[in-house]
């Protein structure tokens, strides 16, 4: 039998009744102050996430479940410090999945990803450098590198947390460098342009996405920018003749992106091109993370509570500006008072 997906998370309101089919992407078992045990669930479909919690009195009741399992959830949805929150009043794992449409559960960008792999191409047509070429061919003419890259997410919860946001990411900072290029002198496209591309490709191998995204057990013991940073060098190895400059500087953009040690790069940036890639990654993830949180304040929201990556609430509200008529308003007055100062009348301002 067909499970169709009754509901979406961006559906939920406060105050609505749920009845439909989410995956679990995230379980803890919690104590009360009284002993009793309860649960926290992390419910995810292809709009997003919300969080669930399940009583005492009810999880002793549910079925056994584990991440990454399909759930059927009844619930009410409610508010927890400013955040939405759904009460579970019943969850049962759903056994037959066959025939579910996965399609339904994962996360996936927006935009269309063949179209964005296509740019990354026309960039990559760009290098006239023959060995950064060759190093970017390396990996952008293998079918299975590509399959990958297409299909990775930038993070797990933060910026870019969904299928494609690797791509989506790394062409936005592909596209903030070459704008960079157009302002300031003294850079190297081919370097800045390369290292823009590779920056993140460590994530590749850092994230494991299905359904749900799991890091590797590489990518807890050494982290997107050392597999990054051990690939390409890998794939240098295999070009001859590589000018040893031009590997030292690429290579320590991979090392710096992240701009300081406690943000976990292992080097600072210190050639104008890492300042560049990492400014160009950092913003695009702000805006990512920004535009996340926009999107999942369904409520309408003025602010959003405290944010652990900009330590500090955001402003939500959009900004409503006067329409035409107001303008053009405001536009003959300015220009007649312009015309009263120039007889020696007090002008608008």
């Known amino acids: ?39 926290t669930v992390t419910l995810q479909d292809r709009e997003g996430n919300i969080e669930g919690v399940i009583w005492t009195e009810v999880y002793h009741n549910t079925e056994s479940f584990k991440r990454g399992d399909f759930v059927m959830v009844e619930g009410d949805v409610g508010g927890y410090k400013g955040s939405k929150q759904l009460t579970i009043t019943s969850l049962k794992r759903v056994e037959d999945i066959k025939n579910i449409d996965y399609q339904d559960y994962v996360k996936t960008t927006r935009k269309d990803i063949d179209g964005m792999f296509s740019e990354i191409k026309e960039y990559i047509a760009e290098i006239k450098n023959p060995y950064v070429r060759k190093l970017l061919d390396l990996f952008f003419c293998d079918e299975e590198f590509v399959k990958d890259f297409k299909n990775s997410t930038a993070a797990v919860q933060y910026h870019h947390a969904f299928r494609g946001g690797l791509l989506e990411h790394t062409l936005a900072v592909v596209k903030i460098c070459d704008a960079a290029f ?88 210190k050639i104008m091109e890492a300042f560049i890639v990492y400014h160009a990654d ?48 405001f536009d003959n007055g300015y220009k007649g008072n312009k015309d009263n100062e120039s007889n020696g009348q007090e002008g608008l301002f």
């Open 1 to 39: 039998m067909e499970i169709n997906k009754k509901q979406f998370v961006s559906d939920l309101r406060i105050g609505a009744k749920v009845d439909s089919v989410f995956v679990v992407v995230d379980k803890q078992i919690r104590k009360k102050k009284d002993g009793g045990d309860y649960c």
């Open 182 to 269: 157009k302002i300031y002198s003294n850079l190297n496209y081919d370097l800045l342009i390369s290292g823009a591309i590779l920056h993140d490709i460590g994530k590749i191998k850092e994230y494991r996405t299905a359904i749900t995204t799991e890091v590797t057990d590489e990518g807890k013991l050494m982290g997107h920018i050392t597999i990054g940073y051990g690939w390409i060098l890998e794939k240098i190895k295999q070009i001859d003749g590589f000018p040893e400059e031009l590997k030292n500087r690429l290579l320590h953009i991979i090392l710096s992106h992240h701009g300081h040690k406690e943000f976990g790069s292992p080097r600072r940036p």
């Open 282 to 329: 950092h913003l695009d993830a702000d805006i990512g993370g920004y535009n996340l949180i926009i999107e999942g304040n369904k409520d309408g929201n003025d602010w959003s509570d405290y944010v652990k990556n900009f330590e500090r609430s955001v402003l939500l509200r959009k900004l409503e500006l006067s329409d035409d008529n107001e303008y053009d308003k």
